[in-house]
């Protein structure tokens, strides 16, 4: 263990600090809980920042490495460490939780407390989840970070939450308790060892890596999600307060392309490589099909998950294409998803503090009482669709451009997004805020506040500046993403 | 003629226990009903004075005594202590709810003394009478212990259920037993390995081991032996199902390692594919029936049966093929479950003696609803309980389902661990209902505003209860190295 524990801290100063603000109390102190649960996201973020900073591009070694022996019996350590590929989502992660903390300010109103805490719990587990490089230790914090989101969803969500919470819960079990299997025949096969570095190492025979590949996938691919495990998306996100929809969407679906790149390509590459005509048809299915259903939404949020679902799509195209401008989009496609869906979540949330409608029949001419609003809502929605200059772009541009040069055909196909993406989310935006006032509520609307206008503008800020600059991302992750395709690659088939 | 007499030390704690047993038994004849403390004091200083004797006698060496009827092992003694510290938590658990009742008389504590001493007895035995003296003991205590309260209906007849097929189990055990005793001519446990391998009637010896499997998987409670678990759980007065659920499974499993493990040992292969098949059963019907209870106790009932069913599955796969390298993990491993389990079923139960008050007995599932509102701290402890009870991460219960786990993958059966975390997927479902209900609902009219009518000390250890579950799994090493060194005791003695 060598250096300051930043990544223990950046894991546990959220779940302490969560637990803390439980302790807060009832709804009397809200005020208090509110803002001690702000002062540890900020703290959170800050941890995190020297992550950044003092991060090595040159090596795609693990850097600030923690290794403790927890469990020695079954050689079961707590061992920690981040490279080009996660580093950028524990930054991600912590960022968006003071955004959520943010944008639940005035809307949550009871067991304030308990939302606040719910969320910094599951903002530290997230970040043990992306640093973790002890196989169980993932898995600890991948099942556990189930049970936060969960009571979100359920206490705090609409009409119909008991059903998604419950419905997103079992699905997302389902797929892990199989990974579980997986691990556990890892265990035996690398010589008793849960390093997952190891486990990169262990050139297992074909069929044993094929029924690896296929436990992971079931538990990658329902987080994603992929079609056709997808369905839990669109009620949980239908369902979660703006908070919850805002971190399932920007970090939980990115949980499951993230465990694609640590276990499934590197320890089954060629399993990987012999199904990837398979992930690739899968991925298409999601950004064609899903896109056209999104087109057909009435309701706003439910549009948006399904447009969520297509980006991710994206990614699982870019993973299983093989090349290094593919692979590198996913990643900038995954953090750009993360800030552009944030915003759009957010604006959806907005109207809906005020008008308690998600639906866009509802809605008409809002340009009219919120221009401001209206302003923001159109950055978002343009980088959704992926207007350059905007973070939706980049990643997505770089997914095409290494689809066309994998196959022409899987290129034109990905490329549809531009047409499909567009369609969705502009028609959407048309009818919701351009035209004439459609009822007496929408002419009743005010404007956002300060506190609304300071999330919109962060998020604002990130998404152009990364669509205009996005070096500093893509520097991080290149020599990870290079040593991650020559080791896919060293066992091509022929 | 020849009179030896044993050597009483070695079973101090035994002896120590009838004494302080009889003594209660006399002195609640002379107490005045105000001054019923006094039997309570007597009987937790008792249990504190067994405990004391138990540990500061605890040696490595095995010490067989009685004419070799008893053994004072390491084994033994570690799950003797175990038993005093739940016996302990029983009796703080169910004070108050016994005394609102009327049920707290000395008879009460006389009994569940007898009724451990039964099981110190089941737990120290190396020879069948002994066993079977352990065991009616134990069943004739509870037999008192369920019916204790003679004016409920609904209490006689669990009573009688069990009595029935209580007396029918100890009948098919005897008849085991004495089959076993034609084919080896002994009735020492230690003695029939020798036995077998100078030559035995194998026909006899495995008609004889399914009787004793038989008896053993009604003690256990296991399907299809499993009639009276619901029954008894549900009829019997709470602070009664708490001991049976706890301190009696102890006593089961102390049953099973020394009847089949030290005693049966050479039979492994046929008593470990029997107990497979009692497992998958048990796994199966025991989830599945849960999901259609509204009683709490009946609920918990049905996940005992599917728990005994997990930890049969780490007896189960002690030996593969011939190779015997596997012991020490699996037998281990379902001690670890059943150690776990105990601490989980104590915590279980004691909130349902919580939420009881005078004329009301909590035991509904609806009676927890909205319980978040009431008392944000126990209903966070339950929601600990549940989680862990259906091998969610971060508490001990995962570690208990993932040590029996890799033990049956380490044997190749990898179709019976996706079998097993296919019904713990299902079986999640209850354990969230449970969740859902506390956070997810509002609490009903009547119960709304009812303070919690429970003392300071059951609050505290309730809590500590709780709060164990969640340490012991973030620090699982410590229960894991005592089952570790238990079983190595037991596998050593021959």
């Known amino acids: ?494 | 003629m020849n009179y030896v007499t044993p050597d009483l030390f070695p079973a101090s704690a035994e002896i120590f226990m009838l004494i302080m047993a009889s003594v209660i038994l006399v002195t609640e004849l002379v107490v005045a009903k105000e001054q019923r403390w006094i039997i309570y004091l007597l009987t937790q200083l008792s249990l504190v004075g067994a405990f004391a004797l138990t540990f500061f006698t605890l040696d490595g060496q095995a010490v067989l005594t009685f004419g070799s009827m008893y053994i004072d092992d390491l084994f033994g003694d570690f799950v003797k202590l175990v038993l005093y510290f739940t016996v302990f938590v029983c009796l703080i658990y169910g004070r108050r709810y016994l005394s609102v009742r009327n049920l707290d008389k000395g008879e009460f504590y006389v009994l569940t003394l007898f009724a451990t001493l039964g099981m110190m007895v089941v737990i120290s035995a190396s020879n069948f009478v002994s066993l079977f003296l352990g065991l009616e003991l134990l069943a004739l205590s509870l037999y008192g212990l369920i019916s204790i309260d003679r004016d409920s209906a609904k209490s006689t007849e669990a009573a009688m259920k069990y009595f029935v097929l209580s007396a029918m189990a100890s009948g098919m055990l005897l008849y085991g037993m004495s089959m076993i005793y034609g084919a080896t001519g002994t009735l020492d446990l230690l003695a029939i390995g020798p036995r077998l391998a100078s030559g035995g009637n194998m026909t006899v010896m495995l008609f004889g081991l399914v009787f004793l499997v038989a008896g053993l998987g009604f003690k256990l409670g296991v399907v299809p032996f499993h009639m009276w678990v619901p029954d008894v759980y549900h009829g019997a007065p709470t602070a009664v199902t708490l001991f049976i659920g706890s301190a009696t499974k102890l006593a089961a499993f102390a049953l099973l390692m020394r009847l089949l493990v030290m005693g049966l040992f050479d039979l492994v292969a046929h008593w470990q594919f029997m107990l497979m098949i009692l497992a998958v059963l048990s796994i199966a019907l025991g989830n599945l029936a849960a999901i259609a209870q509204t009683n709490i106790k009946r609920m918990l009932a049905f996940s005992a049966i599917s728990h005994m069913g997990y930890m049969l599955l780490g007896l189960a796969s002690g030996v593969f093929r011939e190779n015997e390298t596997n012991l020490l993990n699996a037998y281990s491993s379902a001690m670890f479950y059943i150690f776990s389990y105990v601490l989980m079923s104590l915590a279980a139960f004691g909130m349902v003696l919580l939420l009881s008050r005078a004329g009301f007995e909590a035991d509904r599932l609806e009676d927890y609803k909205g319980l978040n509102k009431r008392s944000p701290w126990f209903a966070a402890m339950m929601m600990i309980i549940m989680l862990s009870m259906s091998g969610l991460p971060f508490f001990i219960g995962f570690y208990a389902k993932f040590m029996v786990l890799q033990s049956v993958v380490h044997v190749g059966y990898f179709w019976l661990a996706v079998f097993a975390v296919f019904f713990s997927l299902i079986g999640a479902f209850y354990y969230l209902r449970v969740v859902k209900l506390m956070y997810f609902d509002a609490p009903n009219e009547a119960d709304a505003n009812v303070e919690i009518d429970a003392p300071m000390d059951m609050r505290v250890m309730l809590s500590l209860n709780a709060l164990a579950i969640a340490l012991l799994g973030l620090m699982p090493s410590t229960v894991l190295e005592y089952s570790i060194a238990s079983v190595h005791a037991l596998l050593t003695l021959q």
């Open chain 1, 1 to 494: 263990m060598t250096g300051f524990p930043l990544l223990s801290l950046a894991i546990w100063l959220p779940i302490v600090g969560g637990l803390l603000v439980l302790a807060t109390g009832n709804d009397r102190n809200a005020m208090l809980a509110r803002l001690l649960a702000l002062i540890i996201a900020v703290l959170g973020f800050a941890i995190t920042i020297p992550l950044y900073t003092g991060f090595d591009v040159t090596t795609s070694d693990m850097q600030f490495v923690e290794m403790l022996r927890w469990i020695p019996r079954f050689n079961i350590n707590y061992n920690l460490g981040v490279d080009g590929i996660s580093v950028l989502f524990i930054l991600l992660n912590s960022f968006i939780t003071i955004l959520i903390v943010l944008a639940s300010w005035k809307v949550i109103k009871e067991k304030v407390a308990q939302y606040m805490a719910a969320f910094l719990i599951l903002s530290g587990l997230m970040n043990g989840i992306f640093a973790s490089l002890d196989a169980v230790l993932f898995y600890v914090f991948f099942e556990s970070s189930l049970i936060p989101m969960y009571l979100i969803v359920g206490v705090w969500g609409g009409q119909n939450r008991v059903y998604a919470a419950f419905k997103f819960f079992l699905y997302t079990l389902l797929g892990s308790l199989l990974m579980l299997i997986a691990l556990l025949y890892l265990f035996f096969a690398s010589g008793f060892s849960f390093s997952i570095l190891e486990w990169h190492t262990l050139n297992l025979p074909y069929k044993p890596q094929i029924l690896v590949f296929l436990a992971f996938l079931a538990a990658f691919s329902v987080k994603v999600p992929m079609w056709p495990v997808h369905t839990w998306l669109p009620d949980a996100h239908v369902e979660a307060p703006t908070g919850g929809s805002i971190v399932l969407a920007a970090i939980m679906l990115k949980l499951g392309a993230y465990g694609f790149l640590r276990f499934s390509l590197p320890i089954a590459p060629l399993a990987s490589q012999a199904l990837s005509g398979m992930m690739i048809g899968l991925s298409l299915i999601a950004v064609v099909y899903i896109g056209l259903v999104a087109l057909v939404q009435q309701d706003m949020k439910k549009l948006i998950a399904y447009s969520s679902i297509s980006h991710m799509g994206f990614v699982t195209l870019g993973f299983f294409i093989f090349n290094e401008l593919g692979m590198e989009g996913a990643l900038i496609q995954m953090i750009s998803h993360g800030f552009i869906s944030a915003g759009m979540f957010f604006c959806v949330g907005v109207l809906y503090d005020r008008m308690h409608s998600r639906q866009i029949s509802d809605y008409g001419g809002v340009v009219n009482t919120m221009p401001k609003f209206a302003a923001f809502f159109m950055l978002f929605s343009m980088a959704n669709a992926g207007l350059p200059a905007t973070s939706g772009f980049v990643g997505e541009f770089m997914v095409i451009m290494g689809a066309v040069k994998f196959n022409f055909w899987t290129g034109f196909a990905a490329a549809s997004t531009l047409i499909l993406g567009a369609s969705y989310t502009l028609w959407m935006y048309k009818r919701v805020i351009f035209g004439a006032v459609a009822n007496k509520q929408v002419a009743a609307l005010h404007d956002i506040s300060a506190r609304e206008f300071l999330i919109l503008a962060v998020l604002a800020v990130c998404v152009l500046g990364m669509g205009l600059y996005p070096l500093p991302f893509t520097e991080v992750m290149h020599a990870s993403v290079d040593n991650l395709l020559k080791h896919v690659a060293s066992s091509k088939l022929p």
